[in-house]
C-alpha cells in the first residue's frame, strides 16, 4: 500500500469522528439558549454525542464513497489545499439544501460537513 493511499484510509477512517464533540457541542449551545437546568443540559450534551454515535453509520460511508475518491482526485490533480477542500465537503450538502428549508438543522448539516472536510485534511498533511 502506497504511502498516500495510507495517509488517505487513516483520514478517512478518523474524519467521521469529528461528529461525536461538534454535536455535543451544538446540543450544548442550544441549551445554554433554552438554561434550565445543569443537569438537563449534561443530557442535552449527552444526547447530542449519542446523536453524533448514530450519525456515523452515514457519515463512514459517504466518506468513503464521496470524501476518499475527491481526495485521491484532488491530490492526483494537485488541487488538494484546504479552500479546494471546503469548497468540494460543503457542496452536496448546499445542493441539497437548495431543495428545502434552511433551518438549524440544516446548519448543524454544513457545520458537520466543513468539520470532517477540515479534519480530514488536517490529519492527511500532519501524518508523515
Given at each position: 500500500m502506497?504511502?498516500?493511499?495510507?495517509?488517505n484510509l487513516i483520514a478517512a477512517i478518523l474524519s467521521p469522528l469529528i461528529a461525536l464533540p461538534v454535536l455535543g457541542f451544538c446540543?450544548?449551545?442550544?441549551g445554554i439558549e433554552n438554561y434550565t437546568s445543569?443537569?438537563?443540559?449534561i443530557s442535552g450534551v449527552g444526547f447530542?454525542?449519542?446523536?453524533?454515535?448514530?450519525?456515523l453509520f452515514y457519515f463512514y460511508p459517504l466518506m468513503f464513497i464521496y470524501g476518499l475518491p475527491i481526495s485521491l482526485l484532488l491530490q492526483k490533480l494537485n488541487l488538494f489545499k484546504l479552500p479546494v477542500v471546503l469548497i468540494l465537503s460543503i457542496l452536496p450538502v448546499f445542493l441539497l439544501s437548495l431543495f428545502g428549508e434552511f433551518n438549524r438543522e440544516t446548519l448543524v448539516l454544513h457545520l458537520l460537513v466543513l468539520s470532517m472536510g477540515l479534519t480530514?485534511?488536517?490529519i492527511y498533511n500532519k501524518l508523515r
Open positions: 502506497s504511502k498516500d493511499l495510507r495517509k446540543y450544548f449551545y442550544a445543569v443537569s438537563s443540559l447530542g454525542v449519542s446523536i453524533g454515535l448514530g450519525s480530514s485534511w488536517l
